[in-house]
């Protein structure tokens, strides 16, 4: 296992979809240049290599969505068995897969109750995908390492970095294949952003970075445990106080870390990875403003969390090239504008989700990108000039006039006046992803368990430890309302 950031090795699928995953077809529609990928590319870039007795922990909704993923690859995975502590969660699972993934299972699906079952009465599982709450991950990857299998873990790798380390120590004691599951470290189209432009110097320097995740209260609201039966001493014996918890289990740092560390995690990760190093300082605020159980506005009391609904985080980087400063926001009370993430250089900018919309790069006035657009295998796609897909695209023509917005006078006016950069020149990345955006990820671990490889990861659990440390420490600057300051041995383990 390496214990640098190392840079991921492509998965034989995303090597494909680099080379053939897209058709330059202006004529196509209305949005100027389309990019398609075959869904045919899961099979025709796979190697062929055994197949590999998986079981999945956990049979919430993410652990729905590595089935639906991993049901996209055509070989490689056998489902031999599901463990959840509801009943009608692992038997609907078991189901799903043996429908759904078909291909991918003989006979029946085996159903437990608990890991602990699972592991000791399923002896030829090989691989265990682990999608439970964030504190069952340092202790069910262990167990799971402990009886030689290899481990996709979900992130958050941990709620606590002390749960995060342990990981990395039974990942090193145990020597299994270890992926976490930041799944952006194989999507191509992240890939080809950043050894492709940002790498290349596209951008310029880079000098700062935006990252968020807005979701509305809609999306916030606390999930009611209707007609669902557990055993109460089974749900205490699972580490659970109360039912209420068990559903909400992100909002509580007995479980989870907050939406910080469930949606940040994710984002928060792709500084540290595009740029292959680790912040040197962080600023954070953020608290329980909205979700205190006060009176909402219908009158009746909103939910009551006990961690943070909206965190801002600021953190320093520095680069061979200079300073880079990326701020990173998570709010539970708007959608605006969804999630995504920027990187801004003095050349150009990024702009990039694991939702296609963002798909976006930006030449600066003066920067003439046209031959990174040249050839079979361009690094940029041009949409014509007459499609404007974001606001700051369209040029700004002061003769034109004014919105009755601008109809002020005074002070007011005269700013309006002010010096605005020019509008940017808009160009897109050139791949699509068309499948789910875990099946790269979920078959990179395939890959790596069939070869063996721990240096095949896209994700290994030392990359993972940083991130969780990265982003877990904003909690340190919310105790102390302080600068936290980076160390290198906070990023090791010993
Ligand atoms: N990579 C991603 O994009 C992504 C997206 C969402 C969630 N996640 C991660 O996936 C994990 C699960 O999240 P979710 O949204 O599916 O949560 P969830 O609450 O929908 O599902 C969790 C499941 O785990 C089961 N479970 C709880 N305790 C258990 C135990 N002791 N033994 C066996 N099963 C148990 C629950 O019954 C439930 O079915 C979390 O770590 C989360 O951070 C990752």
């Keep these: 296992m390496s214990t640098e950031i190392t840079t991921p090795q492509p998965t034989g699928l995303s090597k494909f979809m680099d080379r053939r995953s897209f058709l330059r077809t202006s004529a196509v529609s209305g949005a100027g240049v389309y990019l398609a990928t075959s869904k045919g590319a899961i099979a025709q870039g796979e190697k062929a290599g055994r197949t590999i007795k998986c079981a999945l922990v956990g049979c919430g909704a993410q652990g729905d969505r590595l089935r639906a993923a991993a049901s996209q ?76 299998k290899s481990v996709y873990c979900e992130k958050m790798m941990s709620n606590t970095i002390e749960g995060a380390r342990d990981m990395v120590k039974a990942g090193r004691e145990f020597n299994g294949i270890f992926q976490i599951g930041h799944q952006r470290h194989s999507n191509p189209r992240y890939i080809h952003l ?25 999306a916030s609201k606390p999930i009611a445990p209707k007609n669902v039966k557990i055993d109460p001493a089974l749900l205490t014996a699972s580490g659970y106080s109360s039912i209420e918890e068990f559903f909400n289990w992100r ?61 801002m985080c600021l953190y320093e980087y520095k680069l061979p ?46 920067n003439d990108w046209s031959e990174f657009a040249a050839g079979d295998n361009p690094i940029l796609v041009k949409n014509p000039d007459s499609v404007k897909n974001k606001f700051w695209e369209h040029p700004r023509t002061w003769a034109k006039p004014p919105p009755k917005s601008f109809n002020v006078s005074g002070v007011a006016k005269a700013v309006a006046d002010a010096r605005e950069s020019k509008a940017l020149d808009p160009w897109e990345i050139p791949v699509i992803l068309e499948v789910y955006p875990h099946a790269p990820h979920v078959q990179n671990f395939v890959e790596a368990v069939q070869q063996k490889s721990h240096a095949h990861l896209t994700c290994n659990v030392v990359d993972a430890f940083k991130s969780c440390v990265t982003v877990l420490k904003a909690y340190d600057c919310l105790k102390t309302g302080q600068k936290y300051t980076f160390t290198p041995a906070d990023f090791e383990v010993a």
Aim: aromatic share 12%; net charge negative.
């Design 194 to 218: 950043r050894d492709k432009i940002i790498k290349k110097g596209l951008l310029g320097q880079v000098t700062h970075c935006y990252g968020q995740w807005n979701r509305g209260v809609s």
């Design 321 to 366: 090239q200079g300073t880079m400063r990326a701020y990173y926001q998570v709010l539970t009370t708007t959608g605006s504008q969804g999630y995504y993430e920027k990187h801004m250089g003095v050349a150009g900018s990024a702009i990039i989700s694991e939702s296609p919309t963002y798909n976006q790069v930006y030449a600066e006035p003066g």
């Design 251 to 311: 909002w509580f740092a007995k479980y989870g870390g907050g939406p910080i560390s469930d949606l940040g995690a994710h984002q928060i990760d792709m500084f540290n990875w595009m740029y292959e190093t680790t912040p040197v300082s962080l600023f954070a605020t953020g608290g329980v403003d909205y979700y205190d159980g006060a009176p909402g506005p219908d009158g009746s009391p909103k939910a009551k969390y006990e961690l943070p609904d909206n965190v």
């Design 73 to 148: 690859i055509n070989s490689g995975i056998q489902w031999v068995a599901v463990a959840d502590i509801r009943e009608d969660k692992r038997r609907v699972m078991a189901r799903y897969m043996e429908l759904q993934n078909k291909h991918q299972v003989t006979g029946q699906v085996t159903q437990f109750e608990t890991i602990e079952e699972m592991l000791d009465k399923q002896t030829d599982i090989e691989a265990v995908f682990i999608a439970t709450p964030d504190f069952l991950h340092a202790p069910f990857s262990r167990l799971a390492l402990s009886k030689g």
